[in-house]
C-alpha cells in the first residue's frame, strides 16, 4: 500500500499571500488530521476531517482552513500569510476506529520570507 | 487543561546501552498514550503505545511503562542501536476527543553513538 503523500515537499511564499497544501491518505483511510510542526513547538493539532467533514479543529486562527473530498484527500489552506507560518506541515491519515494510530506524511515545508 | 511534556529536548546514548526516554503529562483522564519516531526529512511514524489500564506495554526492544500516580511514562530502548537516532514524541489522544486529535510533547533527540 502507497503511504500518505504530500505536496509539494517545498515551498516559499511571500508574507501576505496564500498557500494550499494537499494531502492524499493512505487507501481506505477516511480520517485525515492536519499537524504544524515548528522548533520549540513541538506537533500542534490544526484539524481533523472525516467523511468530508470537520471533525476536530484546534487552537489556530481562522486564517488556517481545510477541507476533504468524497475520495478522502485532503487540502489545507492558510492565507494572509505570516513569518510565523514558517513551519513543516504534516499531514496523517488514520482507519476509522483506530485513529490514535496515526499515518503521517513527509510533509510540506513551508517557508515565508 | 491538556499537556505533555518532554522536559529533555536531547539525550545522548552509547550503542548497546539503555535509552529512557520521559514524558509528562497534566491531565489524568488522558487513556492512552503512544510514541512516534521522527527521522529528518519524515513523517512520524507510530512506535509503540499503551492503554491507561496497562503500567507496562514491551515490543520487542521497545517497552514504555506508564505511572499514572505521577502523571509519567518513559519510553525504555534496549539495547540501543544508531539506527534508533531520531526525535521520539510521546502523544496522548484529547480527552474531549471524537477523532483523531493527538496532543504531543515537544520531542527528544536521541543520538545513539557508536
Known amino acids: 500500500k502507497a503511504g500518505v503523500t504530500q505536496t509539494p515537499r517545498y515551498l516559499i511564499k511571500t508574507r501576505g499571500q496564500q498557500v494550499t497544501l494537499s494531502c492524499s491518505p493512505i487507501s481506505g483511510h477516511r480520517s485525515v488530521s492536519w499537524y504544524q510542526q515548528t522548533p520549540g513547538q513541538g506537533l500542534q493539532f490544526l484539524f481533523e476531517y472525516f467523511s468530508e467533514t470537520q471533525r476536530n479543529k484546534g487552537n489556530f486562527p481562522g486564517r488556517f482552513s481545510g477541507r476533504q473530498f468524497s475520495n478522502s484527500r485532503s487540502e489545507m489552506n492558510v492565507s494572509t500569510l505570516e513569518l510565523g507560518d514558517s513551519a513543516l506541515y504534516l499531514c496523517?491519515?488514520?482507519?476509522?476506529?483506530?485513529?490514535?494510530?496515526?499515518?503521517f506524511g513527509p510533509g510540506t515545508r513551508l517557508t515565508v520570507t | 487543561d491538556q499537556q505533555v511534556k518532554q522536559n529533555s529536548p536531547s539525550l545522548s546514548v552509547q550503542e548497546g546501552r539503555i535509552s529512557i526516554l520521559n514524558c509528562d503529562y497534566t491531565?489524568?483522564?488522558?487513556?492512552?498514550f503512544l510514541w512516534y519516531k521522527k527521522y529528518p526529512a519524515e513523517g512520524p511514524t507510530f512506535l509503540i503505545s499503551i492503554s491507561s489500564i496497562k503500567d507496562k506495554n514491551e515490543d520487542g526492544r521497545f517497552t514504555v511503562f506508564l505511572n499514572k500516580s505521577a502523571k509519567h511514562l518513559s519510553l525504555h530502548i534496549v539495547p540501543s542501536q544508531p539506527g534508533d537516532s531520531a526525535v521520539y514524541f510521546c502523544?496522548?489522544?484529547?480527552?474531549?476527543?471524537?477523532?483523531?486529535?493527538?496532543?504531543f510533547g515537544q520531542g527528544t533527540e536521541l543520538s545513539v553513538k557508536p
Open positions: 502523544a496522548a489522544p484529547s480527552v474531549y476527543n471524537q477523532g483523531g486529535k493527538l496532543i
Open positions: 496523517a491519515s488514520s482507519l476509522p476506529g483506530q485513529t490514535y494510530e496515526q499515518y
Open positions: 491531565n489524568s483522564m488522558f487513556d492512552y
